[in-house]
């Protein structure tokens, strides 16, 4: 195994927000960095040393990009594993091309942790108009309806009343091959951060409990609120997905919590994750140098909290009024801002967010709630924060 380091160059899939923060902290260690996006403007581009517009099945601009670099990696899971393939005959690709085909794939990746025995809501393949009473007869309702490729903060996704209502939902979702799952009464969601090195070394982060409102992450606390037995069985089972899927780089694992305690994976994310934003300032390792030391070849860095503290993401709907009062947050002291430097505020698109470092974590969301219900020109801007748990129908969905 050829180790990269500093003076080495880093290939980033995908030009977002994760990619950014993965750029500034490649350059920090003194690593140059090259992305390809669709998009010319999008925030990595801004911290890269030189950037490929393209979109991210473009085979041949792929390749160009692996040419020019030491490893490729990713930022996001819509990278086609084809792609992934071709490239790893001329570069180390992490991760691989076999764990993005197994996690970009709803369905595929649901059959790989019923397989592995990881507990999960009940779930079914949803493919054919004519077997949709197979779907019914596997899950409990209300349940969800996902598409299996592409969706991201619940894009994509349709709540299921009742049996009579899938073949809306389906068409509700373009008849796009699915899977519907059984909505799950939550009591709340966690995730684990975790990174798995190249010999198979892993460190977990401490596990985050995640506020989502209308399906876009709101805020993130660490630590979360769970028992230790909680926390262990949450780590057991991110790090046992990604040993056994042969994971390299930081990867995410979103968890419900049961009102028993019992934990059901959500999904699995093979990156970092807007949940492990709050390791770039509290952390003594972010999860940005995490997945570069992973997929450089490095020893993993140390996980360990500095301090517990609260991430609140900035949508777009702030912008709205106006810019957003940026004093609200500047004029605290123990209050980080994160712009990713996007062109075009729309609503619900995630711009940027504020970490609230505190020893008290009621105070610190409290403090973030605060700054993001502010920080919007008319004061009101924010999205009404969800009370914590509860899966429920509660309208968070479109309905079918
Ligand atoms: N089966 C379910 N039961 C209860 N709530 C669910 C279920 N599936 C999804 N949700 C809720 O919707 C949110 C988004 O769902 P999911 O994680 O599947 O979507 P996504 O579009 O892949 O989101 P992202 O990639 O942004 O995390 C979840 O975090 C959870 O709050
Ligand atoms: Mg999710």
Redesign the pocket.
């Known amino acids: 195994m050829k180790t990269v380091f500093p003076g080495g160059r880093i290939g980033v899939l995908g030009g977002g927000q994760l990619g950014w923060m993965l750029a500034l902290e490649a350059r920090r260690m003194g690593y140059g960095v090259g992305v390809l996006d669709p998009v010319a403007g999008c925030p990595a581009a801004k911290g890269a040393d030189f950037f490929l517009q393209a979109p991210l099945d473009d085979v041949e601009a792929a390749l160009r990009l692996s040419a020019q670099v030491d490893v490729v990696t990713l930022e996001n899971e819509f990278v086609p594993a084809a792609l992934l393939a071709r490239l790893e005959g001329t570069v180390p690709v992490r991760p691989s091309a076999a764990v993005l085909r197994t996690v970009q794939d ?1 369905l595929l990746q649901k059959e790989f942790l019923k397989a592995a025995g990881f507990p999960q ?1 009940p779930f079914a393949a949803v493919d054919d108009p004519r077997r949709l009473g197979e779907a019914v007869r596997a899950v409990d309702f209300p ?2 309806l ?1 598409s299996r490729r592409g ?7 349709v709540l299921v009343t009742e049996p009579g209502a899938l073949e809306s939902a389906w068409r509700a979702i373009g008849g796009r091959l699915a899977v519907l ?6 009591r709340k ?1 966690i995730a684990v951060i975790l990174a798995r090195s190249v010999p198979g070394e892993m460190r977990a982060y401490p596990v985050a409990e ?1 506020v ?1 409102v209308r ?3 709101h805020t993130t606390r660490v630590p979360a609120r769970v028992s230790e037995r909680t926390r262990r069985e949450a780590e057991r089972m991110a790090c046992g997905i990604a040993e056994q899927l042969g994971h390299v780089g930081v990867m995410a694992v ?1 968890m ?1 919590v049961l009102g028993d305690e019992s934990v059901l994976v ?2 699995i ?1 093979p990156r970092t994750h ?1 949940s492990g934003h709050y390791t770039f300032g509290a952390c003594v390792t972010s999860q940005f140098e995490q997945h570069l030391r992973a997929v450089c070849g490095l020893p993993l860095g140390d996980p360990a909290l500095l301090s517990p503290a609260v991430m609140v993401n900035l949508l777009g709907d702030l912008w709205l009024e106006g810019p957003p009062r940026w004093e609200t947050v500047l004029s605290r002291p123990n209050a980080r801002l994160y712009l990713y430097g996007k062109e075009g505020a729309g609503v619900g698109r995630k711009m940027g967010h504020v970490l609230v470092v505190d020893a008290d974590t009621d105070r610190a969301l409290r403090e973030a709630e605060e700054i993001a219900a502010r920080l919007g020109a008319s004061g009101a801007s924010a999205p009404a924060g969800r009370p914590a748990g509860g ?1 429920g129908a509660d309208g ?2 479109a309905r079918c």
């Open positions: 709803r809501a349940a969800v996902k969706g991201y903060d619940g894009k994509g996704q799952e059984t909505l799950v009464p939550f969601e995640n989502h399906h876009i992450l979103e419900f959500n999904e994310a807007n899966g968070r969905w």
